[in-house]
Structure formats: C-alpha cells, structure tokens
C-alpha cells in the first residue's frame, strides 16, 4: 500500500469541476460542516457557481488542488483525470457511472476503466460511480447529496462500496461520532483496504468499520489488519455476498459443505476481524469501540429493575459465547449495602426500584455489578418516549459509575426507540455506551471480545489453472503419504485372482473398495469387514475395472473429513468436521485457510459438535489430538507443494484412534 491518500482525504483546497446541482451540493455541504480551506469550482462557461469564483480551465488553478470532486460523464472524467495527474493534484472522487459496473448493459464500460487507471497514474482516486466522502474533523466534504454527519473532534471511520448504504449510516441517530464516511465505489485503482490504511494513520479515528461486498487482494488486507493491530485501532466488518469461489465441476463433500462464503468468514477470523451482520449491530460495536476499544473477553454483568429484563437478557445471550459470571464476594458487599436484604444477589442482577431516584444508591448498586471479571457492565433502562424526566436519574447514576470506577459501562435500552438520542449523546460524552436494543446490545459486546491479532502466516495464494484431472483413490493416498498422511496398507487389483493374491499378502480384515467413482458409497462400491475368503467375489461383484484391498482400521473413536477446496477469492479453505456417510447430513463443520498453525487447528476441533467424541465421550479413550493435528498439517503440506495446480483434496474419513489418525479414503482434483 504506497499511495498516499492524506492530501485527498484531509484537504486544504478543494476543486470540484462541473456546475450542475450534484457539484453545487459539494460545495454547500462543506461551507455547512464549516471547511476552513479554498474551493474552486472549475466550468468551461460560468463565472460563478453558489457565490466561488469560477475556473474555466483545470490548468488555470491557483495551486494543484488537494481533493477534486469530479461532476461530469465519464468521458470528460478520463480526460479530467489525465489532466489532473500531470499537475500534480492529491486525488480524486470520479463520481460518473458507466464503468466496469456497467458492462452488462454496455460492453464499452471496461475497457472506460483501464483508460481512467491508466489516465489516473500514481494519483489515487476514489471510485468510479463513488459518492466521494465525508471528513467530518475536518469539515472537507466531496459529497453530493444529503447527509447527517455533524462535526466531530475524534469519532470512527465507516468506508463502504454502496453509496445509498453510506448516506442512510450518517442519518443514524445514535449518537455515534462519525469522523469519515468514505464509499469506494468500483475500486478501479484504489482500493478498500488501501482506504483504510490511510484514514488509521488519522489518531483522531478511533475505529474502523468496513462494509464489505468482496475482497481483492487478499495481502493488502494482511497488511491492513497487521498495521491497525500495531496501531491499536480495531477493526469490524460487515461482511455481504458470496465469493467467487468455483464449484461447478467439484466433486467432494467439501465443496459443497465449505460453501461460498466460508472462505471469507475464515480469511476475517484470520485478520482478527469480527463480523456483524446486520447494519444496528454494526453501529453498536463501533460505538462501544469508540468508548473503550476492543474487550479482553466476554464476561458480562447485567443490572435491571425488572425480573423480566434480567430474564430475558439472559437468555437472549444463550448461544452468544458471553457468560455471566457469578458474583464475588466484593461485590456481594456493595450490593448490600446499597440495597439491603430484600433483593437476591445474583448475575444478572433485578435490583427492584426500592433505590430509584436516590443516585448514589443507584451508583453504589450499579458499581457493584463491576468489577475485574467483567469485562462489560451493562443497565438496562427504558426511558419512555411521553415524559422521561424522572429517568434522569439513571443517566446520572451510570455518569458516576463511569467517573468515579474507570469501569466499562453501558446503558442499555431493550428497544432501540427508548433512548433519546439526546440522552445518548449526553452519556457517550461522559464515556458511558448507550446501547439502543438488547439483541444489538449482545452482538456488540460479544464482536469487541472478538478482536484479536492477525494471523503471522500469509495466506496460500491459489492458482488459476483449470483443474481438470481427479487422481484415483490409490494415487491420491500415495501422493498424501509422501508428505507423512497415514494411510492403510492396499493393493489395486483387475481381477479376481489379482484379488485373491492380495488378501494373501496382507492381514484381513478388509476394506474392498470399487475404483474411480466420485461417492464410491452411492454405488455400494464400498464393502468393509470382508475376510479373505470372500475377496475375490467381492471384488467380482463390485465390478469397477479396478479394485482396491485395503486392512481396515479398527478401535476407531470418531471418524472425521478433512478436505481443502481452491477458493480464488480468498485463497485455500480448509475444512474440518464430522465425516463417513454422514457427512453432509450432520454438516458439523469448521473453516480455516492455509497455512493453519498447529494451535489454531486443535482450537478449530474443538468447536466441532463431535469435539466430545475426540475427548473421549463417556467413558470412551480419547482420540490421539496430536496425530489427527499431523494428519491434517500432512494435507497443508501437500497443499502449500502444489498451490498453482491443485483444485481440491479431501479426506473423507479420516479414522481417528486412541493412538493413530488414517486416512481411508482421499480425493485429490488438481490441473
């Protein structure tokens, strides 16, 4: 990421070229936000444009302007462009549609973007078809349209590719500062993690949020996530569509068990990037990062008025990862003393209203729900939308927790609508959260405890070559072996005969297998526990031109699928999870990319709904964790020993044992 976006995001000189009602609201939306710097609108004909002076020529300019906002068709904006790079201008928003976006309905609209890259240079620009952006610290404004973005001193960076979605965030009113608004539009040339490398280098910008609609260049983003982790900036996405990845001609349970968006999940989780997934929970986390910036965990304590508030946020944090801690004996004391022996001391706590209205009861019971092992407090309070005076006492009440504890604190409304915004904003001045809505309320905690360090490894990058060729099960089992995959002893036979001198050679009993079907099972190609005896006629009977004997496996534990399909969006996805026969019907799956480290493997095993049977389930040995691992890492192996040719590898089962992990099956489809 070399471009340097500082000139074009924070600007002293504005120019905008075009005179109608779009550019006109450029350069009234940034006189409202109170911009300090120089705007030149720039038109071949007038002389003046909403009281600026008018440039008729790019060239005749005072200076090479900082930020250009370009208001004309998409031709004149290539020329515009080419112009403004040979002067030396700091960047520019391209605001014309009709570009690659376009090229369904027009096939010129492509080949108008390699032109527009190519005119642009070195010059960053934002889009094409791009809103521009919102710097609300500044007050620098390439905007066209409304917006309710108000000036900040320090707030979060939201960047987006969909210009509708980013004028509704600016309208929230929820208090959240919002100190940029960038939309990327095509990124043509300049692209979303490139946008948000620059707006972290702003120490005004206290978080970022990404709406993405797909990634381009999976290093940029290990370079995004690397640098804001040492800047100590979080990150969160919300994260929509499903990747490119290819499954037309798969032919594996993991194709179609990966699915098209996990390899974007698993490249987000590898980041340390949490996902929301709807645009309240979003808004939500941010907010909480701006006051306090990513949780240590998620351990949580709740305070309420009501037995059915406590209920139900309880139960509504079921199946969230966030626990309720029980209470310690500190905390016990305060509680005590501040509500006396009527109420029972519990996480989530109903504290009744015997305290209402005396803040500093409220303040001593509410601070006695904080504490070291929480790592978010959070009242509930509803303040009614006829007359909610008498409910300030509990905006004062959460101010002094916060002042006099240093403690993370929220408010909480159970509906979004029951906090005003101005009380809102009057407590995230005073560094307490005003969550608008318990469900949004959970997801934001649960994704600022989610945060974490990138990975160090780079992602594998896949190749492009078509992957036309599938190994048969023999000649992928040896080509997994060779990078130390456990596999049975076996031998390929044509005949009956050829079946019967193999069964002699080896230690029954068998697994008989028909070779070069794709779901061997389906064909009832797969025939286990034959003795030596029956070989040949089973081998008859199953009548594929060739045949596999293999000694079958026994003390098997639980039987897993390990499987690794080319994703070109987002590289290799490595898919692990309950495999046999069963595989897609349980659909127990979890995902990482190559390379996965050996920590991050037993860590993905351990979420799987089978994880007990690996333990040793009631009363059964457990499962050998550290051969299962080195199987696994044997695949990687392979993997990272042909990226630029392989399509898919699976493992479907791998047979796990208290002292071994064997694959019985394997599947490779490469070029």
């Known amino acids: 990421m070399n471009k340097d976006l500082t000139r074009l995001l924070r600007p002293k000189t504005i120019a905008v070229i075009g005179g109608g009602a779009w550019c006109q609201q450029v350069i009234l939306q940034s006189e409202r936000m109170g911009y300090a710097g120089q705007i030149w609108p720039v038109h071949p004909k007038a002389t003046e444009i909403v009281g600026h002076k008018v440039y008729d020529h790019l060239e005749s300019l005072p200076e090479a302007p900082d930020a250009v906002f370009i208001g004309i068709n998409r031709h004149a904006t290539i020329e515009a462009v080419n112009v403004l790079s040979s002067i030396g201008a700091g960047g520019a928003v391209c605001f014309a549609s009709g570009f690659s976006e376009a090229v369904a309905e027009d096939d010129t609209g492509g080949d108008l973007q390699d032109q527009l890259i190519a005119a642009a240079g070195d010059m960053p620009i934002l889009g094409p078809n791009c809103y521009g952006f919102i710097n609300a610290l500044d007050g620098a404004l390439l905007w066209p349209d409304q917006h309710g973005a108000t000036p900040v001193d320090k707030g979060v960076a939201i960047l987006t590719q969909s210009s509708n979605i980013s004028i509704n965030l600016t309208m929230q009113k929820r208090a959240l500062p919002i100190a940029y608004m960038v939309t990327c539009g095509n990124m043509a040339q300049t692209s979303q993690a490139e946008i948000a490398s620059a707006l972290i280098d702003d120490p005004r910008v206290t978080a970022v949020g990404l709406h993405i609609e797909g990634f381009k260049d999976i290093q940029q983003w290990e370079t995004l996530a690397a640098k804001a982790h040492a800047k100590g900036v979080p990150l969160v996405a919300l994260k929509v569509g499903a990747s490119e990845q290819a499954q037309a001609a798969t032919v594996s349970h993991t194709a179609s068990l990966a699915g098209s968006d996990a390899g974007a999940q698993a490249l987000l989780d590898r980041l340390g990037i ?30 309420s008025c009501s037995g059915g508030e ?82 300030a006492c509990a905006s004062r009440a959460a101010l002094k927790v916060r002042a006099e504890s240093g403690a993370r604190f929220a408010i909480a409304a159970t509906l979004p609508e029951l906090l005003p915004e101005d009380v809102a904003q009057e407590l995230m001045e005073g560094g307490v959260v005003p969550f608008m809505g318990l469900r949004e309320t959970l997801s934001a905690i649960h994704a600022a405890g989610q945060i974490s360090a990138p990975s160090e490894n780079a992602v594998c990058l896949p190749g492009t070559a078509e992957t036309t060729q599938t190994l048969t099960e023999g000649e992928s089992k040896q080509a997994l072996a060779k990078c130390g995959l456990r596999v049975p002893q076996s031998r390929t036979v044509r005949s009956a005969n050829e079946a019967e001198a193999a069964a002699n050679s080896m230690t029954a009993p068998f ?34 031109d060739e045949v596999l004997i293999e000694e079958m496996i026994t003390g098997t534990v639980a039987e897993l699928l390990v499987g690794v399909v080319r994703d070109p969006a987002h590289g290799f996805v490595l898919t692990l999870g309950a495999g046999g026969v069963l595989t897609e019907v349980l659909r127990d799956t979890v995902s990482l990319l190559v390379p996965s480290t050996p920590d991050d493997i037993r860590s993905a095993l351990g979420k799987l709904k089978i994880a007990p049977l690996l333990a040793g389930y009631r009363g059964q040995p457990p499962a050998d964790m550290n051969a299962i691992i080195a199987a696994v890492q044997a695949v990687q192996a392979y993997v990272l020993q042909n990226p630029d040719t392989l399509g898919e590898v699976e493992i479907n089962p791998l047979l796990c044992t208290p002292d071994t992990a064997v694959a019985v099956d394997a599947l490779i489809r490469k070029a």
């Not at 139900?312 to 944090?317: R, Y």
């Open 274 to 303: 949490p996902r929301l997934s709807a645009l309240p929970d979003f808004l939500e986390t941010l907010k909480l990062l701006h006051c306090y910036g990513p949780l240590p965990g998620g351990n949580i304590a709740s305070i």
């Open 511 to 544: 697994a008989v297998k028909g070779v070069g079907l794709a779901h061997k099972s389906e064909h009832d190609a797969v025939r286990l526990g034959v003795l030596p005896e029956d070989v040949a006629s089973v081998t008859t009977d199953i009548g594929t």
């Open 310 to 391: 406590a209920s139900l946020i309880a139960d509504m944090a079921v199946g969230t990862g966030l626990t309720f801690p029980r209470l310690t004996g500190d905390q016990k004391n305060l509680l005590r003393d501040a509500l006396g022996p009527m109420v029972a001391l519990n996480n989530p706590l109903d504290y009744h209203t015997y305290i209402w209205r005396d803040e500093g009861a409220m303040a001593q019971a509410w601070s006695g729900m904080t504490g070291g092992n929480i790592d978010m407090t959070v009242s509930i309070v509803d303040y009614p939308t006829t007359d909610s005076t008498d409910w």
